[in-house]
């Protein structure tokens, strides 16, 4: 199912950043962005959960490949995700899709793969030069 909306994509040379959003996660709990090149399985890049403010609130889960180069964040009134992109590499070089889900269990969504989420952008491309 592609419902959600991703823009931002684009082409720059390594060290560079570029912002992705997606749009349209409404009621969705736990976003993230998952990334694909030909020819692999589809990655976790990022991932973002919230249970709750009475419980540990929201936070991040990052592949380890872009931790401290990434970051996740969202703007719940316009119901809108964020993935900023620093620093990058070719390796960085994917289709990029956005995904929504809504769970109570942290581990569902951080751990559930691709296959536990039910929405999805079209996809935005990024190509990193060197």
């Known amino acids: 199912q592609v419902d959600l909306v991703e823009s931002g994509g684009g082409s720059v040379q390594a060290g560079g950043s570029l912002t992705l959003s997606c749009a349209r996660f409404y009621g969705a709990n736990c976003v993230g962005w998952f990334r694909q090149v030909p020819g692999k399985e589809r990655e976790g890049v990022a991932i973002l959960f919230d249970d709750g403010p009475l419980f540990r609130g929201t936070r991040p889960s990052y592949a380890d490949s872009v931790k401290g180069r990434f970051t996740i964040s969202r703007d719940v009134t316009k119901g809108t995700v964020y993935l900023q992109m620093n620093n990058l590499n070719p390796e960085d070089s994917a289709m990029y899709y956005c995904?929504?889900?809504?769970?109570?269990?942290?581990?569902?969504?951080?751990?559930?793969?691709?296959?536990?989420?039910?929405?999805w952008g079209q996809g935005t491309q990024v190509t990193v030069s060197s």
């Open positions: 995904a929504a889900r809504a769970t109570s269990f942290e581990s569902w969504c951080f751990d559930g793969g691709p296959s536990g989420f039910s929405s």
